[in-house]
């Protein structure tokens, strides 16, 4: 299995920070009438929360609905948009854990149909609401289950999101085990969400998440899956916002994005020149062309600027070395 480490790095606008600085103002008064928080006043890890909650919804004046565990577990806009924006090739997303909404909005703008899940039915509520003022609310199907028992069987679902609670308002300080501290139990999840669908699965965990943990857990999967059991690739993502590491997704098939040169490298690092790699190579090809392959041949073989354009002239050189090549693009 070979696995990619991938890094995100996003910026917040300008925008963000002086809708900041004019609203501060008015912060107090509000602070004591906010429905979502004036029975946490004393409370010193929800009020950073609070703080923050611009950047958690940038409508949340409008009127956004946020409870206790919210606080600490929504995922912040700015990162729910680049993820939206990332699998926005999908029709159907099953927002597995989709608490009050917000990944589910985002994905709502940018896809057909989102159906959102969350065991707690008055998160669900709350979503609902929050969709309206995104004005989102008809391309969402709201259902209120455990993940586990979860029955979609009347849909297909392109992609299935997974964003399980991995602990609690503290996550962020300390390391965590998966197997430990994700419910329900990150074994189950991963069982169920293939069995939704076993060709693209996303999940979304804390910055403390250990890579060596996610390999163990989806090296079972890829043992069993149909796919080319033996060089399939795991992406894991670092999301950054303003230099600061704030999440980790993990792409399991049709979203994971694949340098094939990258993968390629693997390959001939772990077998050689052998009948095994070119065999690998040849269902690498047929999957995705001759095109990634030259160009990082080529820039093993001869220079490094060789670009994709390039490639094309190298067809026939490459074709005399690689007989596999010839007839694939
Ligand atoms: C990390 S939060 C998800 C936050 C969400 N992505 C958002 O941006 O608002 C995890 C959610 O999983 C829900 N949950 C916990 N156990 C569940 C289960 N067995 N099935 C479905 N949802 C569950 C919790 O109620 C919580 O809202």
């Known amino acids: 299995m070979f696995v990619k480490v991938t890094r995100q790095s996003l910026l917040l606008p300008d925008k963000f920070y002086k809708n900041q600085r004019q609203k501060k103002k008015k912060e107090q008064e509000a602070k004591q009438n906010d429905p979502n928080i004036k029975d946490y006043l004393k409370d010193r890890s929800i009020m950073k929360y ?34 939206a924006k990332r699998l926005e090739n999908n029709k159907v997303i099953l927002d597995a854990f989709s608490g009050v909404g917000g990944n589910t909005i985002q994905f709502a703008k940018k896809c057909s149909k989102v159906i959102a899940n969350d065991l707690d039915a008055n ?12 004005e989102v609310r008809e391309n969402i199907d709201f259902r209120s289950s455990d993940f586990l028992e979860l029955d979609v069987s009347d849909q297909e679902v392109d992609v299935v999101f997974l964003a399980p609670p991995w602990g609690g308002v503290s996550y962020c300080t300390q390391d965590y ?9 990150i074994k189950k999840i991963m069982d169920k969400a293939m069995g939704i669908n076993p060709n693209n699965v996303v999940l979304l965990l804390g910055r403390n998440t250990r890579v060596d943990e996610l390999v163990l857990l989806f090296s079972d999967y890829f043992n ?5 059991p033996t ?30 040169g990258q993968e390629i490298a693997y390959c001939y690092n772990l077998f050689g020149n052998t009948a095994q790699t070119k065999h690998i190579l040849k269902g690498l ?30 067809k026939e ?3 005399e070395l690689f007989p596999l090549v010839d007839n694939q693009e």
């Not at 909650?53 to 990162?79: C, M, N």
């Not at 998160?123 to 609401?129: F, N, P, T």
């Not at 085990?177 to 139990?185: H, K, L, N, Y």
């Not at 062309?289 to 190298?314: C, H, M, S």
């Open 224 to 228: 069993r899956s149909k796919m080319n």
């Open 317 to 319: 050189y490459l074709a």
């Open 177 to 185: 085990s998966i197997f430990e501290s994700v419910t329900p139990d």
């Open 50 to 83: 609070y703080n923050q909650r611009y950047f958690l919804f940038t409508k949340y004046d409008e009127g956004i609905s946020i409870d206790y565990e919210s606080w600490y577990s929504v995922t912040p806009e700015h990162v729910a948009k680049y993820l």
């Open 285 to 314: 090809f047929k999957e995705k062309g001759i095109r990634p392959f030259l160009v990082w041949y080529a820039r093993q073989e001869k220079d490094k600027d060789f670009t994709v354009e390039d490639a094309n002239n190298y």
């Open 231 to 260: 060089i399939n690739t795991l992406e894991i993502e670092k999301i950054f916002i303003n230099g600061k590491l704030k999440m980790i997704a993990v792409y399991y098939g049709k979203d994971c994005k694949v340098d094939r």
């Open 123 to 134: 998160k669900i509520e709350l979503a609902k609401s929050n969709a309206e003022i995104y």
